[in-house]
C-alpha cells in the first residue's frame, strides 16, 4: 500500500447531513516509538497492547455547506473546547488530501472520554482513532456502494489507521487489537509505516487477555509534549542506537509472543520502558519526567517479584504514571498487591483496572 491508495476516487453519493459515532481505545507501547520523520513518519517499528476500558467516544454531526475553509466545532463532555481546534485544524489539513469531503462539511465533533480528562493519561491516540473512524465511516457512505474496494471493511479499517496517525502517531496503533505494529520491520509481514496492522504471527496463551493497571501518580498536563519530545530526538546522540535496539527489541519479541516466556518479556518491555526515559535524559534541553513516587513504585514491584515469583512488570509512557502489566491468571494477587502496596503513591490512591481489548468499533 503507499498513500496514493488512500485518495478516493469522486464520490458517487452526496448526503445533506447525518452523524456517525464510533469508539476507540487508549494503547500501551511495549516497544516504544519516539522520533519521527517526513509526515508523521516512526522513526522504527513500534507494538502496542490496544486497550479495553480507556477510550474515547465520538459522535461526528455534519451537514452540507459550500465550499470553503473548515468548519468545525469541539465539544468535550458537553462542553465547547476551543482549545482543540488548532490541534484539529492541524489534523484537518494533514487528512484533507484523503478526504476530499472535508471542506465541503459543517461538522460538530462531539467527544467524551472514559478516563478523568486530567489524569495524565494521553487522550490523543483514543481521541485521534474515534475522530479517524468517525471520517471514515462517513466516508464510506459517500463511496460507491458499489465498489468493492472501497467498501472493504479491512481497506476501511486501514484507511482509519492512516489518518489516525496523521493526527498522533501512536493512534495508528488504536484501530485493531490486541497486539498492533505500526513502523514497517523486515521479520513483521504487512507491517508498514503508513497505518498500523494486527500482529500477525503466533501469540501464546499466556498472553490473552493481559491486564494493565494504570497507577496515575501525576494527573498533571504533560510536562513535555510528545511533539517536542520526538524532535528532541533529532539532535539526540543516541537515537540512531536507539532506533536500533527499538526494531531488534520488536524481533525479540516474535519468539517470546510465541514460546510465552514471561521472564524475557518482562526484560525487555521494562528495558523499552527506561530507554524511553534515558532518551529523554540524554536530549538537549534534558527532561526527568518520573517522579519520586515512579520510582517508588518500580521498587515495590521489584520487590514483590522477588518475593512472590510474581511475572508482574512495569511499562511507562512519556510521562510519570507507571502502567503495570501482568498475566490474567495473576490478576488476584497482584491487583491485591496494588490495592495494598502501591496505591498509596497514586494521586488520590487512583488508579486505571484495563486489559486488552480488539480495537475500535461503531457505537
Ligand atoms: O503518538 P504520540 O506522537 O503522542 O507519541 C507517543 C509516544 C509514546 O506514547 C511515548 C510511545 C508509544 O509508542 O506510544
Redesign the pocket.
Known sequence: MTIQDFIPPPYTKMIENASVSYQSPSNI?LV???GKHGEQLPQNA?I?FTLSNCKSETTLDFEKKTKGGYDFKVYLDGHREKEFEPKIEKFFNRVAPYLPFINEYRFVIKTQNTFPHSSGI?S??SGMSALAMCLVGLESQLNDPKNERLQNKQYQLQKASFLARLG????ARSINGPLVVWGAHPKIKGSSDLFGTTYPYKVHDNFSNYHDTILLVDKAEKQVS?TVG?DLMHNNPYAKQRFEKANSNLEQLISIFETGDLDSFIALVESEALQ?HAMMMASSPYFILMKPNTLKIIDSIWGFRKATNSQVCFTL??GANVHVLYPSSERQQVQQFIKNELSIFCKDGSYIDDFTGTGASTI
Open positions: 507501547a516504544k516509538y519516539w513500534s502496542s494521553a490523543s491516540a498522533s502517531g501512536s493512534a510528545s520526538h524511553l509512557d512519556a
